[in-house]
């Protein structure tokens, strides 16, 4: 009579602890996680062909398939470039969700959001059918411009100031790729817009043309942090204080062709 081998505790006890750390990530970082990994797989192994994905305007106005301007976002290569895309894509979505959005996840929410909306309208001037790069970038510029005398090591261990990471990127992408990287110029820009409409012309004393939505914060149960009509608003602001940035550190990019 032949035994069978128990399973192995050290493998399920592993797949128990990823899923733990998994199912601990904040919402929105989760959710690109997640959303990115399985199309790259789904398209990386041919199980659905890759333009599928893209953001082709005639068969969103013709064809009516939708989902084309969420999911070219959401794609990345099966390579070293879509690996090293994601691990950037984790770090800087995780800290500015527990940092600068702690507590706040539909603020942050609305920031994806604004940021994609834009790169989509400024899409249909140059046909960009893919925009991870630049969902990328606008996360890699908003996290840089909250730290922008932060010193960061980049490629071959250059250091510099976090404010130039984006510009960095940038550069590299254009060497890479031989062209001009319009996604990850897009997503520059709309970092810029967003955090100059919400960040700094509030703090000299202007109104923020583009405060997160009520419903946005109605689907994650949250409410206005500024509103004093909100029920229990002042209590929230007080015993959940937005998170400083650390003062120091360091963070890495890395030169390479996105996606």
């Not at 984790?90 to 702690?102: I, N, V």
């Not at 970038?137 to 510099?160: C, E, K, M, Y």
């Not at 062209?179 to 100059?196: E, H, I, K, L, R």
């Not at 409410?223 to 002042?234: E, I, L, M, S």
């Amino acid at each position: 009579m032949v035994r069978q081998a128990p399973p192995s505790r050290g493998m399920s006890s592993d797949g128990a602890q990823i899923a733990r750390w998994f199912s601990a990530l904040p919402v929105c970082t989760r959710f690109l996680i997640e959303a990115t990994g399985v199309l790259t797989l789904v398209c990386g192994l041919h199980l659905l062909p890759g333009h599928y994905m893209a953001l082709y305007w005639q068969s969103v106005m013709r064809q009516f398939q939708l989902w084309r301007i969420v999911t070219n976002f959401l794609v990345t290569g099966l390579t070293i470039g879509g690996v090293i895309h994601m691990v950037l894509l984790y770090r800087h979505s995780l800290a500015l969700e527990k940092e600068e959005y702690g507590g706040r996840t539909a603020d942050y929410a609305w920031f994806i959001m604004f940021c994609m909306i834009l790169m989509t309208c400024l899409s249909w001037f140059t046909s960009t059918p893919v925009l991870s790069d630049g969902l990328l970038l606008s996360l890699v510029t908003l996290w840089s411009l909250h730290r922008a005398d932060q010193i960061v090591n980049f490629f071959l261990g250059i250091q510099f100031p976090a404010r130039y990471l984006p510009y960095a990127m940038m550069t590299m992408d254009f060497l890479f790729i031989g062209g001009f990287p319009y996604a990850a110029f897009y997503g520059w820009m709309s970092a810029q817009a967003y955090y100059y409409l919400s960040v700094d012309l509030p703090s000299q004393g202007g109104l923020n043309y583009i405060p997160t939505p009520q419903l946005v914060y109605r689907v994650f149960g949250q409410v206005r942090r500024n509103d004093p009509h909100a029920p229990n608003a002042r209590m929230a602001s007080t015993n959940n204080p937005i998170p400083q940035r650390p003062g120091g550190g360091n963070f890495w990019g890395q030169g390479r062709r996105l996606g």
